[in-house]
């Protein structure tokens, strides 16, 4: 009988004294948002929600139909399930308070938007605090991401390791698929947008690519931070968006994008680091702050820390 998200996370519940009813009724409120931007994702063209809503975010960037769709769909959700006491969105320029304590979700309703239009996956991020999204990234109490690709896919944490669940289209179901996602120590690939290569504000970032390039890497790099870091859980390597003299801090969202991805990876047996600390220990001080990344299996990060404190 396979496992649904519902019965995984009630079990959980026995295991792990911060699942609580909320908790569960809360992340499967997020699932079923989810689900609906599934199926809008996947009728797209014909649901003439391709393309530019014609505005720009408080990121500085044109918002695509399907962000504000997505964005849509998960406020209503959360707003009408009455356990969330902040939402912070990427496509939203303030944390709506709804009241003073419970659980603080962060998300980004639409990750990689420059793929929607050429049919590339793309996905959903998301981050549970309690009563606050302003605080370290270990404190997290559940954090995951939904990408849209081939299969519709969850990747959940609770704190105690990471699971998959593939969303069944028969039965509109999440049902458990991979029990337990551990990253590989080492990998072969490397992702990163070597475009701004010559923009990275560190040298060792620099000599460690090359000498990725030199142990016979390949380069895999999506552009949907969901898929690229999904790849890395799977297949091992390594992930990097870097600084660089245009983003000082990097491109990356810590809330709703380095936050809950880098403690997937490290539930998942990896590291995730701003090159100078752990993501996770990273204090938020901006809603919208931008950090460094760089994530993945044990080995190449520590590798490329090594190279950039070299400088
Ligand atoms: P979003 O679509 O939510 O704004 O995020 C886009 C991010 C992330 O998904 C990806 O890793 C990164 O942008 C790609 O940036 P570049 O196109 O600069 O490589
Ligand atoms: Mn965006
Ligand atoms: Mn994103
Ligand atoms: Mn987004």
Redesign the pocket.
Known sequence: MAVTLTSYLFQQKGELPHVTDELVLLLNEIAAATKEIAGKVRKAGLLGVLGSAGKVNV?G?EV?KL?ELANEILLESLKSCGKACQITS?EVEDCLVVSESGYAVAF????????IDVNVS??T?FSVHKDSVMKPGREQLAAGYVIYGPSTMMVLTLGNGVVAFTLDPESGNYLLSHPEVKLPEKGKIYSI?E??RDKWTSDGLRRFIDFLKGEKYTLR????????VHRTLFKGGV?I?PADRKNTSG???LLY?ASPMAFLVEQAGGLASTGEKPILDVVPEKLHQRVPVILGSRWEVEKCLEFMREG
């Open positions: 990121q960037e695509q962000d990427e980004d309703p639409l990750d990689g938007s420059s793929n793309i996905g991020i947008n475009a701004n790099y999506v552009g949907s931070m969901v898929a690229d992930f968006y491109k990356l969202r994008e």
